[in-house]
């Protein structure tokens, strides 16, 4: 039981330093976005990629807050509840509204596509266990009602 308490809270430690990681990239994002152009000297990559970047921040704020949801629930010893179902499938949007956000770069950058199709992994991975909470949800509930 101790031992599943601190990976609770060191998770919760690593989500609040996402927070702080996605406040330094929104603020550095201009300078870092700067250096890449000129590291591969092409002054066309900066505008999309900084619509880029910073269309991607709403997803990842919603997804961290989500996520920190779900992690205090399942502190609470409440994992198998319809809010995390609801917290698992709005994470996976996060990770699809990603992919489709890095869709616009890939076009200039190929390479981004990696991005995509890594996104729209972890998305259908998250709808699978999203699948898996769902039915336990259902499984506890009958459970509960259950003499």
């Known amino acids: 039981m101790q031992h599943k308490d601190k990976s609770i809270i060191l998770s919760q430690i690593i989500i609040k330093i996402c927070y702080a990681g996605l406040l330094a990239c929104c603020i550095l994002a201009p300078r870092l976005v700067l250096g890449y152009s000129r590291e591969i000297d092409d002054e066309t990559v900066i505008l999309p990629l900084l619509i880029t970047l910073y269309a991607c921040v709403p997803p990842a704020v919603c ?18 509840i319809m809010q995390n179902v609801i917290m ?14 890095f869709i616009y770069f890939s076009i200039l950058r190929p390479f981004a596509f990696a991005i995509v199709f890594a996104a729209g992994f972890f998305g259908v991975i998250l ?18 009602f259950t003499v």
């Open 63 to 80: 997804a961290l807050v989500c996520l920190d949801i779900l992690l205090n629930n399942i502190r609470k010893n409440n994992p198998f």
């Open 88 to 101: 698992l499938r709005v994470i996976s949007y996060c990770c699809f509204a990603v992919g489709a956000i």
């Open 127 to 144: 709808r699978v266990v999203k699948n898996c909470f769902r039915q336990a949800v259902e499984i506890r509930e009958e459970n509960d």
